[in-house]
């Protein structure tokens, strides 16, 4: 379990420094002051005995997966944080690499210029190499910290570019074409995906309404039109 709960929080970026002990804490302590909490409510509302065994377990279980369940969707949000930023990224750092500048300055002009999680991965990545630890392991290391496919696919040309002596600058314009390609892809599904996210609130929100503005008046005249007839 303390493993999932630091892969976890690698994957969230370590927020606020946590670390795995701090989450576990958390999460007895939440399992434990939810279960008194629902406790003490069913007290107070004059519950049977069978809620009086019930309600705590339910609120252990919730005040339990709380903490993990939060976690789990700040490294969502941040992986997706870090694929909507990677387009914009790369073709400033094309850019950078066409107009002279070194791969490890582009990626130092990339890392001021563009803020969010994706930039304090960059940052971390060039620390690791100016501590002297090889580009191609820093690289690996970003990769297994962010878990994002398409940066995944980034390091893994970089590494074949560092290991074939392949132009980055051709690496990068391939990359950041195939990175454009794919978010318009991705804009695509989304846009089919809405006719069937609306249908839900068609069918059980907005029809029925119609149906009453429509119908309704002539509902009521008929039953006043019944009404007044004598059988």
């Known amino acids: 379990m303390r493993e999932r709960i630091a892969r976890k929080l690698v994957l969230a970026g370590s927020p606020s420094g946590m670390d795995a002990e701090k989450v576990a804490a958390f ?10 909490l629902c406790y003490g409510l069913v007290v107070m509302g004059g519950g049977n005995r069978l809620l009086l065994t019930a309600a705590p377990i339910f609120g252990a279980a919730v005040g339990y997966l ?8 700040k490294a969502i949000n941040r992986q997706e944080a870090i694929r909507k930023a990677m387009p914009d990224t790369m073709d400033l750092l094309t850019i950078a690499v066409e107009a002279g500048l070194g791969f490890d300055a582009a990626m130092a002009h990339v ?9 304090d991965e ?11 630890i090889p580009r191609v392991d820093a690289f690996r290391d970003l990769a297994a910290r962010t878990d994002v496919e398409e940066l995944r696919a980034f390091v893994l040309a970089m590494v074949q570019a560092d290991t074939f002596g392949i132009s980055i600058a051709k690496v990068l314009r391939a990359q950041s074409k195939e990175l454009r390609m794919k978010r318009r892809q991705r804009a695509e599904e989304k846009a089919q ?10 069918i059980f929100c907005i029809l029925p309404s119609m149906f009453i503005v429509l119908l309704g008046p002539g509902i009521i005249r008929l039953v006043r039109t019944f009404s007044g007839l004598n059988f």
Do not use: Y
């Open 27 to 36: 999460k007895i302590f939440g399992s434990l002051g939810a279960a008194l």
């Open 66 to 73: 709380i903490p993990g369940g939060g976690l789990g969707q």
């Open 193 to 202: 995906k809405i006719p069937v996210k609306l249908l839900f609130p068609l």
């Open 122 to 132: 960059i940052g971390r990545m060039l620390q690791e190499i100016q501590l002297g």
């Open 111 to 119: 890392r001021r210029n563009v803020p969010g999680p994706l930039s």
